[in-house]
């Protein structure tokens, strides 16, 4: 599968990593490989990890090798929401990461998925149409076919896929509903985590307060556009950081990670059916605090 990009980064240039990551949503470990195994084009020519990709550059990815002979399959429960025959759609729990990487190979979403689809006699290669934090619950999507990832792919970057998430945060955001338009890059202290940042990519997130006591709020939030960790680091800038969030905010007695579930989805079928909504009910866990905090 060959993917082509044109860039649209305005007088900002942008690294070619750092791009495959925040807009492209493709993993290190695999940006690592595509660049070794040189399937990243730039204008035509071979690119590097230290290219810098400016206004109006094609970038091209090849992904005709894309396999999942890496992944192990494992008996591994999966809460799926929606399935036909271009998409399986699941509630993904918290503590759970989304693939395999060297540190942790197995346990992941996808080594779940592998014995499913074995299970099922469907043969084919493993692929994520979105990703989720390893503590962040909720609706993760993964496409049955090449022809669905690069159409539902497509949909993603002209932002014709919503995406909506419930968060408990720590304090109460004045107005209650609004806009937090503020571009997110790299924290340099810190390779992990991202920041506000003047030089950042476009980062616009929509909000709006379902409930709030004691200090803290229940928020439903919409993302305009996905950069890592965009809602964490948003929440975070205005002061009301996600309770449990121990990377921009600070650990919490009352839950065991950050409060956060992808709770909603609507994207385009596949086929132009229609558009396919998906809802992941609140785990157990955001549902007890919540109770607790008496934000219900």
């Known amino acids: 599968m060959q993917r082509k990009y044109k860039i649209n ?4 240039k942008i690294s070619i990593v750092e ?3 925040e807009s492209l949503d493709i993993s290190s470990r695999q940006i ?3 660049l070794k195994n040189k399937k990243v084009f ?3 020519k071979k690119a590097y990890r230290d290219n810098k990709l400016k206004d109006g550059d094609i970038l091209e990815i090849d992904l005709s090798e894309e396999h999942r002979r890496d992944i192990v399959a494992e008996d591994i429960e999966l809460s799926i929401i929606y399935e036909d025959e271009h998409i399986l759609a699941v509630n993904k729990p918290p503590h759970m990461l989304v693939h395999p990487t060297p540190n942790h190979p197995t346990g992941t979403l996808l080594n779940a998925a592998a014995h499913y ?3 099922q006699g469907e043969k084919m290669a493993l692929r994520l149409l979105n990703r989720l934090d390893m ?3 909720g609706i993760v999507v993964i496409p049955k076919s090449a022809a669905a990832h690069r ?3 497509e ?3 002209t932002e014709s896929v919503k995406k909506y998430y419930t968060a408990i945060t720590e304090g109460v955001i004045e107005p209650h509903k609004g806009i937090i338009d503020k571009p997110i890059g790299k924290d340099e202290a810190d390779p992990i985590k991202r920041r506000v940042t003047s030089n950042g990519q476009p980062a616009v997130t929509i909000y709006e307060t379902l409930s709030k006591s004691k200090g803290f709020s229940l928020l439903r939030l919409e993302l305009a556009t996905g950069r890592t960790h965009q809602i964490r680091v948003h929440l975070s800038y205005l002061g009301c950081p996600i309770v449990g969030d121990t990377l921009y905010g600070k650990e919490s007695p009352l839950i065991g990670r950050h409060a956060l579930h992808a709770t909603d989805m609507e994207l385009p079928h596949p086929e132009g059916q229609g558009i396919i909504k998906l809802h992941a009910e609140l785990p157990g866990d955001i549902i007890r605090l919540a109770a607790l905090l008496e934000l219900e």
């Open 9 to 12: 980064q305005g007088e900002n």
């Open 19 to 21: 791009y495959m990551s």
């Open 32 to 34: 690592k490989k595509l």
């Open 42 to 44: 730039v204008n035509g």
């Open 117 to 119: 689809f074995d299970k």
């Open 135 to 137: 503590n962040t619950s």
């Open 151 to 153: 159409i539902l792919d």
């Open 155 to 157: 949909s993603m970057r």
